[in-house]
T-cell receptor
């Protein structure tokens, strides 16, 4: 299994509070991605990174920001959590990007009350 | 606008029979396709992929077929086993989009819940 961990694994928070989710990899892969999984939508890309300090928006980036200050860590921040951000969040990594397999972390279940 | 669609939310199959999961896409820029399997409380795991230069790729019990003219792909599992019971997602990627390199971004379908009965 690819060395990907996500923390926390579960979090309950209140509307309006900031939340940061962490993805940590030990594989030295260049590409990292944040997805959210919701019923009826599959997985949707939030943000991705193609190198240290190189990030860009995905399909559903509103309300989220990311940072990648070192290869192994990719942080997803909800500046002011809303109930619509209740979801399961998955981090993925890839060595070469296009046509390369993405390996997923175990997920973080976030509930915003 | 759902660019990748899995129109069957669920599929139930008897052990030993064939499971066929379907996926349609609308974006003609997609040229690489993948299937992922997901068990509850776990992250998706890669199953099989196919490039648009091929129309079939096989790996053990799993075969993916691609029909580019119909913008349709399918995953065949033969024979199906109870351990195959999971949610299956198809995903698509493009070498480059309007903004340049795609960086391997994946667009996923909604998923199909496969249940294989003993």
């Amino acid at each position: 299994d690819a060395g990907i961990t996500q923390s926390p694994r579960h979090k309950v928070t209140e509307t309006g509070t900031p939340v940061t989710l962490r993805c940590h990899q030990t594989e030295n892969h260049r590409y990292m991605y944040w997805y959210r999984q919701d019923p009826g939508h599959g997985l949707r890309l939030i943000h991705y990174s193609y190198g240290v300090k190189d990030t860009d928006k995905g399909e559903v980036s509103d309300g989220y920001s990311v940072s990648r200050s070192k290869t192994e860590d990719f942080l997803l921040t909800l500046e002011s959590a809303t109930s619509s951000q209740t979801s399961v969040y998955f981090c993925a990594i890839s060595l070469r990007g296009y046509t390369d397999t993405q390996y997923f972390g175990p997920g973080t279940r976030l509930t915003v009350l | 606008d759902q660019q990748v669609k899995q129109n069957s939310p669920s599929l139930s199959v008897q052990e030993g029979r064939i499971s066929i999961l379907n996926c349609d896409y609308t974006n003609s820029m997609f040229d690489y396709f993948l299937w992922y399997k997901k068990y509850p409380a776990e992250g998706p795991t890669f199953l099989i992929s196919i490039s648009s230069i091929k129309d079939k790729n096989e790996d053990g019990r799993f075969t993916v077929f691609l029909n580019k003219s119909a913008k349709h792909l399918s995953l065949h599992i033969v024979p199906s086993q109870p351990g195959d019971s999971a949610v299956y997602f198809c995903a698509a990627s493009a070498r480059a989009n309007a903004g340049g390199t795609s960086y391997g971004k994946l667009t996923f379908g909604q998923g199909t819940i496969l249940t294989v009965h003993p």
